[in-house]
């Protein structure tokens, strides 16, 4: 019953962190404030009323047009807002294990650590996802604290997490964590830089080396790389699937056929990761007969 209690709540948690988030998708961009003014429409400027302002349930009772001049919402705003809470659900759902009915200061301090951390990762991921789609855009304000708080992150999970046969000084899981970021970044880099050699134009942004950077520091090494392959295949499987419709082959114009948001499936990767990654490694360990 907690579990499922739980679980609701974190799912409704998240769809109001992503409404927010959705405020500043949309502000950032601009350079507005994210604070004031309050929530409005972004064609007439109406100011929103309460009842416009209910995660996910008023876009679709609005059908996603503004009440007043019947301008398109978007389809980023119900799916930000879906993302977060599913992910914040599947979170809790996942991870909040009989340890939280143990009355010890360390296995509550263990759950708690994980959840919040990974709502606040895939916070971050989902509002970097949504930038590069809509705007190709990683921007070094988020990427940047994201791999401090990833740092962070590992450092007090090694020592909450630690027993007495896997302890580890907090200055050793510190050096492992900044190999992994250096050779995730690096990863980029020379692909970057092949591509370079190959072509003479860029082909990745920098942005992507500090968005793998920051999926090192909160997944480790191999959950960052096994995030690069997954991100690589559903950003190879989008763009078949997109030069495959007739319209998106004759709008020269499209992403598809110039530009792929390369961090937004690195995002998706990193989320599957982070929830079943280590499943995920464990059955390609197996049946390659490691």
């Known amino acids: 019953m907690i579990l499922i209690l739980g679980t609701i709540f974190a799912g409704l948690l ?7 988030l959705n ?6 961009p601009e350079g507005e404030s994210i604070a004031l003014p309050r929530s409005h429409c972004r064609q007439c400027g109406r100011t929103l009323t309460w009842w416009e302002n209910v995660p996910l349930l008023s876009w679709l ?11 398109w919402i978007g389809w980023r705003y119900p799916l930000v807002e879906l993302a977060v809470g599913a992910l914040w659900a599947s979170c809790w759902y996942e991870f909040a294990t009989p340890a939280m009915l143990d009355d010890s200061t360390g296995a509550l301090a263990a759950v708690g650590l994980r959840i919040v951390g990974l ?7 989902v509002g ?14 988020v990427t940047l604290p ?8 590992t450092v007090l999970s090694g020592s909450v997490y630690a027993t007495a046969e896997s302890h580890r000084p907090p200055m050793s899981i510190l050096l492992g964590c900044a190999f992994s970021i250096l050779a995730a970044a690096a990863l980029i880099l020379l692909i970057r830089w092949v591509y370079w050699l190959i072509r003479r134009r860029e082909g990745i942004g920098l942005g992507d080396a500090k968005l793998m950077a920051l999926l090192a520091a909160w997944l480790g090494l191999p959950g960052a790389l096994l995030a690069f392959g997954l991100g690589v295949l559903l950003g190879a499987l989008a763009a078949v699937i997109l030069l ?3 319209p998106a082959r004759r709008d020269s114009g499209s992403w598809a056929l110039s530009k792929l948001p390369l961090g937004t499936f690195l995002c998706l990767g990193g989320m599957v990761s982070s929830l079943w990654g280590e ?7 197996r049946w390659a007969g490691f």
């Open 128 to 141: 970097l996802a949504a930038l590069d789609a809509e705007h190709l855009w990683l921007p070094d304000a």
């Open 23 to 28: 405020v500043c998708l949309s502000r950032w």
């Open 244 to 246: 495959a419709v007739p």
């Open 279 to 285: 499943r995920i490694i464990a059955a390609y360990l």
């Open 61 to 71: 009772a609005l059908r996603g047009r503004c009440r007043t001049c019947r301008a």
């Open 146 to 153: 994201g791999i401090v708080l990833g740092v962070v992150f």
């Open 14 to 20: 998240g769809l109001a962190f992503g409404s927010f």
């Open 119 to 125: 709502a606040i990762f895939y916070w971050l991921l």
